[in-house]
């Protein structure tokens, strides 16, 4: 089946450790996101990227970096510099990031917790 | 700026019941589209509709359907013959068309439905 898969489904970060999100889709599409999700809170787009090789900066994006060396992967790293890492992490892609009325299809998420 | 409103506490609704989830928006934007997504506890994030501002009806899928009202900046979604599995954090999100690639998709905090037996 076609989707989007986040791995792992839980992670734990020790301090000053950075810690990397996985996400792989299959789905062909173009664009793909990361957002961050607090408890009691909508959506923050953290990144986001229109094609290989590019990505573009959200709202939050301090204290995370990404890439995008596959149209199929974009994984996220939590680095030590993002001090309030605790919370639910949620990979999306679209067919493109210009079709502005095309839905964003996600994974199931990453729940990352400080030890 | 756009901006996003969801101000309902926890919605309860009897099942087999009607249940209407509130919206309001706030944009300068000619041209933008509306979604509401559904998050159950698992936590995955499952689009349910779409709302275009130019569309001339208000979007319907199954029993999902859209109230979109314009003047008000509102587009509140309408689920129809309640189920035990409809019981979720729904959130209504929004993008402007008009910047293209670069414009991004906006959400709303979410209200929370529960569908009683």
């Known amino acids: 089946d076609g989707g989007i898969t986040q791995s792992p489904k839980y992670l734990f970060r020790k301090e000053g450790q950075n810690v990397t999100l996985s996400c792989e889709q299959n789905l062909n599409h173009d664009a793909m996101y990361w957002y961050r999700q607090d408890p009691g809170q909508g959506l923050r787009l953290i990144y986001y990227s229109q094609i290989v090789n590019d990505f573009q900066k959200g709202d939050i994006a301090e204290g995370y970096s990404v890439s995008r060396e596959k149209k199929e992967s974009f994984p996220l790293t939590v680095t030590s510099a993002q001090k309030n890492p605790t919370a639910f992490y949620l990979c999306a892609s679209s067919i493109d990031a210009s079709g502005g009325d095309q839905p964003q299809h996600f994974g199931d998420g990453t729940r990352l917790s400080i030890l | 700026a756009q901006k996003i409103t969801q101000t309902q506490p926890g919605m309860f609704v009897q099942e087999k019941e009607a249940v209407t989830l509130d919206c309001t928006y706030d944009?300068?934007?000619?041209?933008?589209?509306l979604f509401w997504y559904k998050q159950p506890s698992s936590g995955e994030m499952i689009f349910l509709i779409y709302q275009g501002s130019y569309d001339q009806q208000n979007a319907t899928e199954g029993r999902y359907s859209l109230n979109f009202q314009k003047a008000r900046k509102s587009a509140n979604l309408v689920i129809s013959a309640s189920q035990l599995g409809d019981s979720a954090m729904y959130f209504c999100a929004m993008r402007d068309l008009y910047t293209g690639a670069n414009s991004k998709l906006t959400f709303g905090k979410g209200i929370t439905l529960s569908v009683r037996p």
């Open positions: 944009t300068s934007d000619p041209s933008y589209g």
